[in-house]
Nanobody, 124 residues
């Protein structure tokens, strides 16, 4: 069992930055692929970014490529999402997730454990 807790959300103006954190407790964090997803009201949960257990691979949605950066600190059991040049359309609840394997890194069905989410609101 893995428990995930996100933090770092908030209200920011367009063009601003936020850094989300997700801290894991429970089973060995370093063995899991970690992903960030987001869900706006009335929309499906969508993939944002993922990082492999070994740090060797990262994956981004086209909508955030070049603006967001995912990283992880296995010693701290934490995954981060640095979000720059934020846009109003980035407004969502952001969730982190943990899963085994990398083949379905961009698919929410590839993840077993989920955090409770943190709200990000970008004003225009």
């Amino acid at each position: 069992q893995v428990q995930l807790v996100e933090s770092g959300g908030g209200l920011v103006q367009a063009g601003g930055s936020l850094r989300l954190s997700c801290t894991a407790t429970g089973r060995t964090f370093s063995g899991y692929a970690m992903g960030w997803f987001r869900q706006a009201p009335g929309k499906e949960r969508e993939f944002v970014a993922a990082i492999s257990p070994s740090f060797s691979s990262t994956l981004y949605a086209d909508s955030v490529k070049g603006r967001f950066t995912i990283s992880r600190d296995n010693a701290e059991n934490t995954v981060y999402l640095q979000m720059n040049s934020l846009k109003p359309e980035d407004t969502s609840v952001y969730y982190c997730a943990a899963g085994i394997g990398w083949v379905r890194a961009a698919d929410k069905r590839g993840y077993t454990y989920w955090g409770q989410g943190t709200q990000v609101t970008v004003s225009s």
